[in-house]
Nanobody, 117 residues
């Protein structure tokens, strides 16, 4: 299983970024795909997840209303659209895959998101 994340970068506060994740191999309908992030000096935290088969999404309270997670089952990929970014969103973002909510098993290499004030 390989997860390839892309789309990070530097953006001013209030701006937007779009993160993409491409997964190798078949993704079973029972899988949970998502994003976690880790800011400097902090532990990794949940950002958003989607139940692959039914498409139901889940978000951390800190990103609700600003981030949108979507999936493309035909392409085995997903996109995290991040709007109204704040400096508190600065972190390395990891694409993840697991079998349960908030229980990632596989991690991508991470992509840096930096939001300037």
């Amino acid at each position: 299983v390989q997860l390839q994340a892309s789309g990070g970068g530097l953006v001013a506060a209030g701006g937007s970024l779009r993160l993409s994740c491409a997964a190798s191999g078949r993704i079973f309908s029972s899988a949970v795909m998502g994003w976690f992030r880790q800011a400097p000096g902090k532990e990794r935290e949940f950002v958003a997840e989607v139940r692959w088969g039914i498409g139901r999404t889940y978000y951390a309270d800190s990103v609700k209303g600003r981030f949108t997670l979507s999936r493309d089952t035909a392409k085995n990929s997903m996109v995290l659209q991040m709007n109204s970014l704040t400096p508190e969103d600065t972190a390395v973002y990891y694409c993840t895959r697991g079998l349960g909510l908030h229980e990632p098993v596989y991690w991508g290499q991470g992509t840096q998101v930096t939001v300037s004030s």
